[in-house]
T-cell receptor
Framework: DTGVSQDPRHKITKRGQNVTFRCDPI?????LYWYRQTLGQGPEFLTY????????KSRLLSDRFSAERPKGSFSTLEIQRTEQGDSAMYLC?????????????FGPGTRLTVT | DAKTTQPPSMDCAEGRAANLPCNHS???????VYWYRQIHSQGPQYIIH???NNETNEMASLIITEDRKSSTLILPHATLRDTAVYYC??????????????FGAGTILRVKS
């Protein structure tokens, strides 16, 4: 179990630029989640995948955000035309298909700063 | 909105038990109580979860009241490394639904030497 990994760990970008983050879940996990966390707040749910299917999207996920999980393994989260309000920690989590293992395992996050 | 209420902060002496309370008065019959913690600058870490029975694992114990409207997370011998934000979350288990987690503000636990 190598854990959930995210890349990059930090990203600084100028307003209006596009950014893409990658998440590699634990290998046998079929569910993958994206959350966003701003300073001093708890994480907020953005979207989740079961295998390659995106099954739920939060209203927080505006049209500028898109997430994919093309082969049911790694996932990418893209933000187009970034705004200063997008500055946050973006967290990825995965969970097992095992009925008795419902907990989510989180990666270290990607910290985005939009200048 | 989060379905749970937690105190904003608590202090605990190193080596003593830390008891973190959580109110979830609107919990439904098929919702579980999950606890996660987040150490500074890291992703959240799963601790424990339960439905109605008390649960114990290598990290902590979870005590759920009989009416399920509140629970307490117990760290039996707190260490400085347990200093973190602790989140109590009510959620359905993922095999039925997506089990998205709705985090509140959590409790900042400070373990002091």
């Amino acid at each position: 179990d190598t854990g959930v990994s995210q890349d990059p760990r930090h990203k600084i970008t100028k307003r209006g630029q596009n950014v893409t983050f990658r998440c590699d879940p634990i290998s046998e996990h079929n569910r993958l989640y994206w959350y966003r966390q701003t300073l001093g707040q708890g994480p907020e749910f953005l979207t989740y995948f079961q295998n390659e299917a995106q099954l739920e999207k939060s209203r927080l996920l505006s049209d500028r955000f898109s997430a994919e999980r093309p082969k049911g393994s790694f996932s990418t989260l893209e933000i187009q035309r970034t705004e200063q309000g997008d500055s946050a920690m973006y967290l990825c989590a995965s969970s097992s298909p095992d009925r008795d293992r419902s907990e989510q395992y989180f990666g270290p996050g990607t910290r985005l700063t939009v200048t | 909105d989060a379905k749970t209420t937690q105190p904003p902060s608590m202090d605990c002496a190193e080596g003593r038990a830390a008891n973190l309370p959580c109110n979830h008065s609107t919990i439904s019959g098929n919702e579980y109580v999950y606890w996660y913690r987040q150490i500074h600058s890291q992703g959240p870490q799963y601790i424990i979860h339960g439905l109605k029975n008390n649960e114990t694992n290598e990290m902590a114990s979870l005590i759920i009241t009989e009416d399920r409207k509140s629970s307490t997370l117990i760290l039996p011998h707190a260490t400085l490394r347990d200093t973190a934000v602790y989140y109590c979350i009510v959620s359905l288990r993922h095999m039925e639904y997506g089990n998205k987690l709705v985090f509140g503000a959590g409790t900042i636990l400070r373990v002091k030497s």
